[in-house]
């Protein structure tokens, strides 16, 4: 997750991955890995301060549980205000998507 | 937004927690990914080297993990603090400059705005004070002059008014013996006592600690005793309500009705007791009569303003004037706020010494300024690197307004522990008769003006230099730190600008004292008319119970006496008996201390005349009764007639003896001596005139002497007001002429007294010069305190000139050197390095005199004998400055004759 990613789109990945349910960090950085099959360029190192910034606006609770393997770990999981986020930024990201793709097309 | 706050600052109460936690997922994170790694065949040690690898620099991710937390600016502005810190200790010299000239101009300004705002600004501690009136009576044609009523004015006012709840009359002068009626008790003493009327307690909303206000119908008969009174007298006790207090007012004991809360002061901070005055009272006695002994003060009906009740009232004027057509034609009613009332004396003075402060730290502000102009073109070349680095120019003017805020912080430190030492001194100094001095202190108020004052002046000296000092072209400054710099650049111009104004400012404040010095001097070189040296004095006191003839006093202090021919025989063995003491000249009596008290003004006109309506004013003139030997006792001048004798007493011809100034104006043409004269108040047979005597000036602010009567004391009437009776017949004072010094004699004069009469007491022992000293005291406190004040604005507005000068001369060390290599004479160089500091000094005498012009009238009315703009003042304290000010100028432009062209040009 670095400078190839467009900005924001990490936020929105990681709304993404927990609108299923709580994950730790790891968890969430194997997902967007497995999902996008290996493409995007992921520095693991990135992922927390992403994670914190979240934390402060209020989209993510973060507390700790116990990992499948029996582990403590930090649990993040949406807000109210995430899942909203996520619906709005997910609308944009289509659009934008999209209207590149126009571009793309008719250049 | 504002969640988002909360969020944060939660965050900085548990920042260990945090880093734990981030450390402890951070762990689990590599460890997960370096599990899995182990199980798709990685060996341990490759899997664990590999997770680390991928999850890339933990030092970077924590950090911004952090940062995602924190309050920028709260960082940026620690590190500025930090920084400046670090740079204010690199330069001391600097830093203890400009802190001391700031702790002196926020110190002397703290001072000052506590006692405004112990004085002027906190309201007055009863409900809803501005309701609070205060009602004068304005003589015709003076309306500067402000007076009382008598009881029929005040019942007619009181019962027709439509403007007022409450409205109240207290009398405000009347001091008694006051002594515990239980046996084994202290001795009396005498204790400052005021009447009242239940309205006035009632209007000014206040409620007693112990006991309840009389209902005014007049079946309470006793007395208030104030919170201090109850402490002093009866040490707090609780069951001191319907104990028993003698005074000297009645024959009986008053029963104490109320303990009044503590701080509770009606325009006497000394009062002590209050007597109520009912309306059966008021109603009885001397109810027409018209002396002025009431002050009026009203509660204002909700909503009423001051405007409109003063209309009411000026509606009931001319009832007023049918009334008593004498005492009131002419006479106008003017309303004023209580508050107003309370501090109109002080008023004046404090806003001046708020306004001289203000200057001072003005000065003082363009003082750092300056200082800070000079060190910043030191640290030309580290800000320029920074600007280089890619410090924004905001982000450096924020880095030098961090200096200055923590520089004026520091001042303010040390200006409050200054401020706080003054304040002790000036409250255990205090002047007599400085209102509410118990709510002096630094409060909250205080403490929060400070800040802000503070952080006020350090914007105003950090701002122009911040500023002044970011814009540097990065050319400039590398290519003269290359070369080494010549003549001083926009900075320079900058801080000559400072200077002008420190010195202009500094004489601003110098001529204001200066001309309060030169009143000072001129009213000490007035003569009053006696010699007081040598004189002594003391009082005593006669209890009025004793002297009283029995039976006709009214129970709660009527307004008639009846006193006793004793009276007169006492107080003139007393004053025989002292004559006889050795080491004393002569003996005499008067009713107040020589140049030590306000003289009483009595009405007269000359016999069979009649003085026109509204002229009264004109006719007359302060009066004293006196007994034997006071005129060669103060060494007044027999002008013409005789003195007194003892046969003027009360069996004999009624006489009288009259001042020069008096005989000058009334009689121009004639020999007064012989004339006969009707007193006004005395109600007695018309007096002969038998002598006239030198003028004395009782009063030394007056210019002109007044008209003054002397009457024989023996010869005042047996019957008169209580008011008056308490003021001239019961109070002593005795007047010694001593051959050595006074004080010596004193315990010799007290044994004198208690020979004739055991019982009295001796009070007030002072000297006629210490009198005559306390008259100007005020004035002179006036001028000490702006004296201090103009030598601050002068020592640094002196520090200001030098340190520019001593600035000037080390950053044109080269260009010295090189004219001095190419043979310029020493008087050329020094020329050239005064040229600088004489312009500025120039400008800012001109600049000073001109402003001068217009402020000093501020002062106008403290000044006496010279005019707000003394040539001779002006010019004096101008040329005063100057040469201090060419003093700081030629000092460190000399040491540019001892730069030794060789070491200057080397050091290139």
Known sequence: MSQDLLPGTLYMMVLRTLAAGPLHGYAIAKRIKDASRGDLAIEDGSLYPALNRMLVKGWLKAEWGTSENNRRARFYRLTPDGRKQLEQEAGDFDRLIKSIQLVMKSA | MLREIVRRLGHLGRTSQFERELDEEIRFHIEARAGELERSGLRRADAEAQARREFGSRARSNEDTRSAWQFRWIEEAGADLR??????????????????????????????????????????????????????????????????????????????????????????????????????????????????????????????????????????????????????????????????????????????????????????????????????????????????????????????????????????????????????????????????????????????????????????????????????????????????????????????????????????????????????????????????????????????????????????????????????????????????????????????????????????????AGLLVHSWLRLNMVQPGIDPRRLITFQVPFPRSLYNASGSSTPAGGFQADLNPRIHLLSEQIRARLALVPGVESAALAVTPPLGGVPRRMDFQ?????????????????????????????????????????????????????????????????????????????????????????????????????????????????????????????????????KADPAQLASALRSAVAEVDRTQAVTNVRTVEEYAGGQLQDLREYVALLSVFGGISVALAVIGLFGMMAHAVSQRTNEIGIRMALGAPPATVLGLMLRQGLVVTAAGLVIGLGASLILTRVIQSFLWGVTATDPLTFALVGCGLAVIALLACYLPARRALHIDPVIALRSE
């Not at chain 2, 005040?154 to 239980?182: I, K, M, Q």
């Not at chain 2, 006071?630 to 001048?637: G, K």
């Not at chain 2, 009288?656 to 004639?670: D, F, G, L």
Request: with cysteine; hydrophobic share 45%; proline share 6%.
């Open chain 2, 83 to 512: 920084y400046a810190v670090r740079s204010l200790r690199r330069s001391p010299a600097f830093a203890l400059t400009a802190i001391a000239c700031l702790a002196l101009g926020i110190g002397a300004n703290v001072l000052i705005f506590s006692l405004v705002d112990a004085v002027l600004l906190r309201s007055l501690s009863f409900p809803e004070p501005d309701r609070l009136v205060t009602i004068w009576f304005i003589p015709p044609n003076q309306s500067g002059q402000k007076a009382g009523t008598n009881a029929l004015a005040y019942v007619t006012l009181r019962d027709h008014n439509r403007s007022f709840e409450y409205l109240g009359a207290a009398r405000l002068d009347a001091a008694f013996n006051v002594g515990d009626d239980s046996p084994g008790a202290a001795p009396p003493e005498r204790i400052r006592a005021q009447w009242f009327t239940v309205d006035l307690v009632r209007g000014l909303g206040v409620n007693p600690v112990l006991g309840r206000w009389p209902n005014g119908r007049g079946e309470d008969s006793g007395v208030v005793i104030s919170y201090g009174l109850w402490q002093h007298l009866f040490g707090g006790a609780t069951d001191v309500i319907g104990k028993q207090l003698r005074t000297d007012l009645t024959q009986t004991p008053l029963a104490i009705l109320d303990v009044t809360p503590a701080g509770f002061e009606l325009l006497n901070p000394d009062a002590g007791l209050w007597v109520f005055q009912s309306d059966q009272n008021l109603r009885s006695g001397a109810y027409r009569s018209s002396n002025r002994i009431f002050t009026l003060i009203g509660r204002l009906k909700p909503g009423v303003t001051l405007d409109q009740a003063q209309a009411d009232l000026n509606s009931l004027m001319p009832s007023l004037v049918q009334e008593m057509p004498d005492m009131n034609r002419g006479w106008s009613i003017r309303l004023e706020k209580l508050h107003d009332t309370y501090v109109g004396q002080i008023r004046k003075p404090l806003m001046i010494f708020q306004g001289a402060v203000f200057l001072v730290l003005l000065i003082a502000c363009a003082n750092v300024a300056g200082l800070q102009l000079a060190q910043a073109s030191l640290r030309q070349k580290e800000l320029s690197m920074r600007a280089a680095l890619g410090s924004s120019r905001g982000r450096i003017i924020r880095q030098l307004l961090t200096e200055s805020a923590l520089l004026s912080v520091l001042g303010g430190g040390v200006g409050l522990a200054l401020a706080w030492g003054g304040l002790r001194l000036f409250v255990n100094l205090s002047p007599g008769g400085f209102p509410r001095l118990g709510a002096i202190g630094l409060n909250p108020t205080v403490l929060g003006s400070t800040l802000l004052l503070c952080l006020i002046s350090g914007v105003v000296f950090g701002t122009v230099p911040a500023i002044q000092i970011s814009r540097p072209d990065l050319m400039d400054v590398l290519r003269e730190a290359a070369r080494g710099s010549t003549a001083g650049g926009t900075p320079e111009k900058l801080r000559g600008v400072f200077v002008v104004a420190q010195v202009s400012l500094a004489l601003v404040l110098l001529v204001g």
């Open chain 2, 606 to 738: 000359k016999e069979g005349q009649v003085v026109a309506p509204g002229q009264q004013d004109n006719w007359s003139a302060e009066w004293y009764p006196i007994g034997l030997d006071y005129f060669r006792t103060l060494r007044i001048p027999l002008l013409a007639g005789r003195d007194f004798r003892p046969e003027d007493k009360d069996t004999g011809a009624p006489v009288v003896m009259i001042s020069s100034a008096m005989a000058q104006q009334y009689w121009p043409h004639e020999n007064p001596v012989g004339q006969r004269i009707q007193m006004n108040l005395l109600y007695d047979p018309p007096r002969e005139i038998v002598g006239v005597v030198g003028d004395v000036r009782q009063d030394r602010y007056q210019h002109d002497p007044q008209p003054q009567l002397y009457v024989p004391r023996a010869q005042l009437p047996l019957k008169m007001d209580l008011a008056l009776s308490q003021a001239i017949m019961l109070t002593n004072t005795f007047i010694v002429r001593t």
